[in-house]
Every structure is written in C-alpha cells, then in structure tokens.
C-alpha cells in the first residue's frame, strides 16, 4: 500500500510512498497518517515548511528501519506426479536509513513550496 501527496490546484505535482515511509516522512513534521488520508489546508502550509525546516536541521534524530530479506520455509508439494521442492516466497524491504527520510523530506517541502506558489492546499491518501 502507499500513500501519494498531492498539490490539489497542480495534481501532476505529486509524490508517492509506501505507507510506512510517509508515516515516518509526515510524522516529522507532525502529521498523523493513521487515517490513511488527510488535508492539508493553504493556511497551514506556512506552518508545515517550517516544520519541515526544522526536521532537516535535525538530520539524524528520525526513525529508521533495517532493511530485511526473508524467505519463507521450503515445502513439498507434487508436481505431476513428482515430488518437488518448492522454495518459501522471498520477501525484500529496502527498509529506510537517515539520507532516505532526509531526501523524502526535501521533496515534501518542496512539494509545499509548489502548493503554496499556487495558493493551494494539499490531500494525501
């Protein structure tokens, strides 16, 4: 699942992460995303670039997390008849570190930068 963050008055103007990496992204600068979806008003986009300023200035202080690669446990199953080992699902997460959330940052308050430019709020969902 994702999350994209939109400039309503510019919908090309946009950006799109996993849900867990805009928690991270958006919790810093002080948005809840447990609703899965949210507005963000032009009155507040003043307040929110200033957020953001100050979380890049706290560059080292956000959540992380550890990439991981899994792979679920081998089974036999029958195949034509024959027995055949099949191999568990791979499952890969890039995980998030530092420069990840610091870069997603800087396209969020560039993102508001655009949205205020053009007098308009934002939606994410």
């Known amino acids: 699942m994702s999350i994209s ?3 309503t008055a510019q919908p090309e103007t946009s950006l799109n992460y996993c849900n867990r990496n805009a928690a991270i992204v958006l919790g810093a ?3 809840d995303t ?3 979806y949210g507005e963000i008003t032009f009155a507040e986009l003043p307040g929110l670039r200033q957020r953001a300023l100050r ?3 706290k560059a080292g202080a956000f ?3 550890a990439p991981t690669d899994e792979r679920g446990p081998a089974r036999m199953v029958e195949i034509e008849g024959q027995p055949t080992i099949q191999r568990g699902v791979r499952l890969i997460d890039p995980g998030i570190d530092q420069e990840g959330v610091i870069r997603r940052l800087k396209e969020v308050f560039h993102l508001l930068a655009v949205a ?3 007098r308009s709020g ?3 969902y």
Do not use: D
Request: a negative charge; hydrophobic letters at 50%; charged letters at 15%.
């Open 5 to 7: 963050i939109v400039v």
């Open 29 to 31: 600068i002080g948005i």
């Open 34 to 36: 447990a609703e899965g």
């Open 55 to 57: 979380a890049l200035h």
């Open 63 to 65: 959540q992380t997390v």
């Open 116 to 118: 205020h430019e053009r």
């Open 122 to 124: 934002v939606t994410w």
